[in-house]
């Protein structure tokens, strides 16, 4: 008679994960290994340039207490254009401000004396007895001549106070 023979392998599940849990810590060991022999190859390359570069690295470490104190003088004077660019901005602003409107105010009264010259010559030539324009044309020129005044009178007056302020800034950069 003939006996069926059954042969089966059995893995209890805890050896299996013990196998498993051995594999990998022999893995991660080896990889911590190749990373500390990389960190002392790089360690001992670095002494090897520390040492060759050590009188040049000293000269280096004596400038920077001259160098911190040249940098500081920089942002002192940095510091100070920022502060006299910001207290002469708005003034600046504002003269602009009023110089394009009188430069808007000549415009328009240029225009309208030109337009009240042209409605004179074509009321000379047409014989019409009104003018189209309720100003005189003498009236409209001599009011483009005194804004142009008011122009120049500003104009002048910023650089009197200019120099004024010239004179009283102790530091001069440009």
Not at 20 to 46: D, P, Y
Not at 64 to 92: M, R
Not at 109 to 114: F, H, I, N
Not at 129 to 138: D, E, L, M, P, Q
């Amino acid at each position: 008679m003939q006996y069926p023979l059954y042969l089966a392998v059995t893995i209890d599940l805890t050896d299996l994960l013990l196998a498993i849990l051995i594999l990998s810590g022999a893995a991660a060991l080896i990889a911590l290994a190749t990373v500390l022999f990389k960190a002392a190859q790089n360690l001992s390359e670095t002494k090897l340039l520390l040492k060759e570069n050590r009188e040049d690295i000293n000269k280096i470490v004596e400038q920077l207490p001259d160098l911190v104190e040249k940098v500081d003088a920089v942002l002192e004077d940095a510091s100070f254009i920022t502060d006299q660019a910001g207290e002469s901005v708005p003034g600046i602003i504002e003269d602009v401000e009023v110089v394009t409107g009188a430069a808007a105010n000549v415009v328009d009264t240029v225009s309208t004396a030109a337009v009240g010259i042209l409605d004179s010559v074509q009321s000379f030539f047409h014989k019409k007895s009104k003018s189209k324009s309720g100003t005189s044309s003498v009236q409209k020129v001599v009011a483009a001549v005194n804004a142009i005044k008011k122009i120049n009178s500003i104009l002048k007056k910023k650089k009197s106070s200019k120099k004024k302020k010239s004179k009283k800034s102790k530091k001069k950069f440009f």
